[in-house]
């Protein structure tokens, strides 16, 4: 019986990716824990946001102008972070971030004053949506890419984001009995006890801080991947089509010394400077990506978890502790379905998990207002939900299997600043809507635009191969034997899948056993079928 259940145990340990967090290390548990607390603390203030602005008299265009305007806050200030966390530490940017989250719960747990909170919302870190906007989530999934390997990542991002919306779901819950308990007191009025949920949003800020101070150098990026070749953008260019012919990848390129100027004009330059630094197939996938994302965005910035607990409370008026349990139990199925997205990702493939996920929550959305009962309603919620985060962590691990590792840091903090853009507009126009008694329509157009995002997705990348950047070389590089071969058996096993081609398997697996008696180059070995040379008499 003993034995039984061990064997079970260990099961689970492995099958659910536990042991690749313990594989990866102390810097994972950190990350992972300190996101944690930051979404219990995104989750308090994401059930009663809106509703603490309706309490302060603030119209529902005032509501939407507020967070789009905080939405273009956490564009520049994460944008900004996000391109210079390599290059002033990775760290020091976390480290900033925690204080400007602390800073900005305190200012809300404090002040009433509109123009005084949106001040505090923009130049801080406040998640109106309930997810993790601002410059950690980025910097911390670079890390943790770093930190892994192909073998282990999708397994690390996805208790990345499982643990997270634990966090979400006890803080929804608890801010629902927290506001039960104060305003049944005769000494708190209805603000008052929105103001005792943003001090333990100051607290978790606080907590976060701390956990960041005790992140390792490894979290840095290290000095082999930040080394870029100098040369002029005339001969570079001119080198990398000489490359092209001869099928070598033209070296990376860095942004020639700013000159003094004008602080406005040096900023695009700046940015400018930053894309170039990202290779042309990288951008050329992510072009793609991109444009995808900022339709999904839109929707989800139209319909944020806030605004859609303030539609719920507008038309059923539950009270704020049923209000609580139902937005708890929605990220509490979130977080159980996000720990099945590892295992799922390497039975199906990335993209296949993505969509194949995100479609039904996409399908829940679209449908939402059209219930006349809150438990239909409810339901629709939970659905929602409950699918909508297994695609998180196929999604970061797919961005990091198609990006080298020098670029990942600034591919996914522009993925994040073009998904905070894309949703800015979002929710003044739900605002406009709500305004005029048609909130209902800004659930439709949503749903409508998260469905596109998905039909896109699939029919663009679902034959895509992965892991091109990370084919071992040598244990030079500081890898071991044990990680080469991880490396080379997941490389397998996600592009097989994803491409959905099961007759480069065994070719692959003739390549790697020839891996030992000669190493070509990079290029050459992405295109060979074969490690036969073939006969030019063959067809």
Known sequence: MFERVLNGVRWFYHQFGIAAIHETG???????????????????????LAIFFSALGISDHQIGLFMTLTLLGDVILGTFLTLVADRIGRRKVLIAGSLLMTLSGLIFAIFENFWI?????????????????????????????????????????????????????????????????LQSKDDWSEVNSYHALFWI????????????????????????????????????????????????????????????????????RWLINRLVQISAPTRSVMYKLWFLLAIDSLADGMVPYSLTNYYMDER????????????????????????????????????????????????????????????????????RAGLNNMDQAPRSAFIAAVVKPEERTAVMGITATIRTLASMAGPSVTGILAASNRFWIAFVVAGSCRLSYDFGLYAMFVNMKLHEHEKPTSLANGQSSRRVADEEMELQSLA????????????????????????????QRLRSRSPRRPSQNED
């Open 117 to 181: 909170l949106l001040l505090a919302a923009i130049v801080g870190v406040i998640s109106i949506t309930g997810g993790d906007f601002g410059p950690f989530r980025s910097i911390e999934e670079s890390i943790l890419s770093q930190l892994t390997t192909p073998a282990t990542r999708a397994d690390v991002l996805a208790w990345y984001v499982t643990t997270a919306l634990f966090g979400s779901s006890l803080g929804s819950e608890l801010s629902g009995r927290v506001l039960r308990f």
């Open 201 to 268: 949003y100051t607290v978790m800020g606080l907590v976060n801080l701390l956990l960041v101070l005790l992140l390792t150098d490894s979290c840095e990026l290290s000095p082999l991947q930040e080394t870029y070749t100098q040369l002029p953008q005339e001969e570079s260019m001119g080198n990398g089509s000489i490359s092209a012919e001869n099928g070598v990848e033209p070296p990376e390129m860095v942004s020639a010394p700013e000159v003094s100027g004008n602080w406005f004009m040096r900023i695009p």
């Open 496 to 523: 097989d899948t994803d491409s959905g081609s099961e007759e480069d398997a065994q070719p692959k697996k003739k390549e790697h056993n020839m891996t030992n008696l000669q190493h070509p180059e990079g290029s």
């Open 316 to 383: 059923f008026h539950p009270s704020k502790s049923t209000l609580g349990d139902i937005t708890s139990f929605s990220y509490l199925l979130g977080a159980i379905s996000a720990s099945f997205a590892g295992p799922l990702a390497r039975k199906i493939g990335l993209i296949n998990t993505m969509v194949f996920t995100h479609a039904p929550s996409s399908a829940a959305v679209l449908i939402f207002p059209f219930p006349s009962h809150l438990w239909m309603t409810a339901g629709l919620l939970l659905i």
């Open 26 to 48: 102390r810097n994972a548990y950190l990350i992972i824990f300190a996101r944690t607390c930051r979404m219990f603390a995104y989750g308090t203030n994401a059930l009663i």
